[in-house]
């Protein structure tokens, strides 16, 4: 059971995040997980503009690029974005318009697909990024994969946290201080567990 975690991170936020769905997805037997990241698009001089942390980027540059062979031949793929302006990042747009092969080739079809995203607020567009990144993964003949209200903590009320039906996320903060709580986290791990449990029981 091949699952691959393909995503974009500025400030580490979503990197936790997809480190956290690894660890869920490792929970599965027979799991082989990886993590993949997409191209940068912006150049140095931008990303410093945008405040981008330096460490963070370094640990994103040790991740390998993802190929789209590596998608067509992954079980599950589970994306991770920040939200801008209520959208997924431009890289990971830049991204996914470069699979048309694969889906000339319905290479995609039948494989499960979800999401997960960060954002600088409460209301920062979490929800709508993901449900924007949907129409994508349909194109392709994904199966989409949420987050379910079996994970019980998307029903706390005594502390701010990110997650929704639609998949885990993550609030950062307007400067990018805040980093994943553990129940973001535990959000993700559920949500990584979910869906390679999903992709197992579609392949058998």
Known sequence: MKVLIVYYTMNGHTHRLAEAAADGARQVEG???RLRRV???LSETDLKKRGADTEAGKIFAKVSVCTPEELEGADAVIFGTPSYL????GQMRTFLDSLGDLWKRNALVGKVGSVFVSSGSQHGGQEAAILSFHPTLLHLGMVIVGLPYSFES???IDEVAGGSPYGASTITGRAGERMPSETELAGARFQGKHVTEIASKLAR
């Open 86 to 89: 209520g959208n997924m990042s």
């Open 31 to 33: 799991a082989e997980v």
């Open 154 to 156: 998307q029903r706390r």
């Open 39 to 41: 191209p940068e698009t």
